[in-house]
């Protein structure tokens, strides 16, 4: 892994393990003018697009490994709660960000909800032109807090930040959590 790279957002801190590509060549259109491209993935880029786009489930173990190494230096003094899967847009059987958010709190002892967010349906914001892109309202929170908390927000793809800072929105509107992280596996150029 070549280094983490700070992201900016609502949360407290936050970080993405790497970028997603590390280069990409434009070889042309497809037949309906989509614009084509030869992407060369970063390592930790090419275990993400395995899993999500080539079935490849068992790269979550490898991708958990990484964040488990990185998450114990990072938040070594900072007290984490629970790790919360930011919530995908697109609706699939298998959900790679749920099951890298499982791993991760395998390796590292954190506890892992997969029902506190929802993400309403519509596009991605990717798909959404940035003058726009408004993400207010599409995240909703399904349960409070109990206690007095912080929260590892977990991604797999950071890309323009407005899901992910939503989901902060939400979970800072409760009085009960005191912080959020934010942990991308990867992100986009």
Known sequence: MRGAIQVDGLWDEGYALDQYVAS???????????????AT???????????????HLDASDAIAEQCAAFLTRWLADKPVDIILPAPPTVERAFQPVYQIAEAVSAKTHIPYADDVLKK????????????????????IKL??????CSVLLLDD?????????????????????????????????
Do not use: W
């Open 143 to 148: 349960k409070p807090a109990t206690r007095k």
């Open 120 to 139: 309403k349906s519509g596009p991605p914001a990717k798909n959404i032109e940035k003058s726009k892109r408004d993400m207010r309202g599409s995240v």
């Open 24 to 38: 990409s060549e434009y070889v042309g259109e497809d037949v309906f003018g989509h614009p084509q491209f030869n």
């Open 41 to 55: 993935y970063t390592p930790i880029g090419k275990l993400l697009h395995a899993m999500k786009y080539n079935g």
């Open 157 to 189: 793809l950071y890309s323009t930040g407005g899901t992910a800072n939503e989901c902060v929105t939400v979970l800072k509107a409760d009085p009960l959590v005191a912080a959020v992280y934010y942990l991308a596996i990867a992100k986009t150029r």
